[in-house]
């Protein structure tokens, strides 16, 4: 499975981007697909993923309310819509495929169950 993930930039505080995760090869091995986040100094963090059966979708406390999750079946592709951005939303956005059988239990598997990850997006929130 390959991913690749876009639509990062600098916006200012109060502002919104879009990121998107274009998936391709085999895709139908994997059981959801999820968005985590990098800070400099940091290690990375969970921020939201959904399942494919049942379209469940978790978000990290800090995001939810703010950020969404959804997909595109035609496209191939899953999107983050970030609204209301903090400065502490700085990062680098990851997406990430799991074909981890937990992931039909629960959403908010930590990284270590994801197997595919694309090359991250820089998201600079800063006035």
């Known amino acids: 499975v390959q991913l690749q993930a876009s639509g990062g930039g600098l916006v200012q505080p109060g502002g919104s981007l879009r990121l998107s995760c274009s998936a391709s090869?085999?895709?139908?091995?994997?059981?959801?697909m999820g968005w985590f986040r990098q800070a400099p100094g940091k290690e990375r963090e969970f921020v939201a993923a959904?399942?494919?059966?049942?379209?469940?979708?978790s978000y990290a406390a800090s995001v939810k309310g703010r950020f969404t999750m959804s997909k595109d079946n035609a496209k191939n592709a899953v999107f983050l819509q970030m609204t209301n951005l903090k400065p502490e939303d700085t990062a680098v956005y990851y997406c990430a495929a799991s074909s981890s059988a937990l992931f039909t239990k629960m959403v908010d598997l930590t990284a270590k169950y994801y197997r595919y990850w694309g090359q991250g997006t820089q998201v600079t929130v800063s006035s």
């Open positions: 959904q399942r494919w059966s049942d379209g469940s979708t």
């Open positions: 090869g085999r895709t139908a091995s994997t059981h959801g």
